[in-house]
């Protein structure tokens, strides 16, 4: 295991994970399911979630635009997110961004389309009364 220490923590010296365990205990606790958590859990859910973050940067980066311009951005992320069917789970948390315009655009759009909807069950409605 000498070979997996990545991180130092304050006093420089080395730990096996980079991300603050206090923080991810927090988090495991947050379910309602969960009173204790073994240390040995909570090393592996961290070392296991930074592997994850990593290999998801990796796989961004490669597949995205990073190349070009040397550099991860949060397009690459939504996009790896929206077209790999690995990360098809992260569409929701990483969605491709939009305007402002755009975005009130679509609602504009999407309201028109239910006023529309309900005149037509309206209509429907009363031709049957009128039978």
Do not use: W
């Not at 991300?19 to 927090?26: F, G, N, Y």
């Not at 995205?64 to 951005?73: C, D, I, R």
């Amino acid at each position: 295991m000498a070979d997996m220490v990545v991180g130092r923590d304050k006093c420089g010296e080395q730990r096996l994970v980079s991300l603050p365990l206090s923080r991810i205990r927090v988090i495991m606790k947050s379910s309602p399911g969960v009173s204790s958590i073994n240390q040995e859990a909570l090393v592996l859910t961290a070392k296991a979630t930074e592997l994850f973050v990593q290999y998801l940067a990796t796989y961004s980066y490669r597949h995205g635009s990073g190349k070009e311009k040397k550099a991860l951005t949060y397009h690459d992320l939504s996009n790896t997110a929206e077209e790999s069917e690995t990360f098809q789970f992260l569409a929701d948390i990483l969605p491709k961004k939009i305007l402002a315009s755009k975005y009130l655009k679509m609602l504009k759009e999407k309201k028109e389309e239910e006023e529309e909807e309900e005149e037509r069950n309206n209509d429907e409605e009363s031709d049957e009364a009128e039978s």
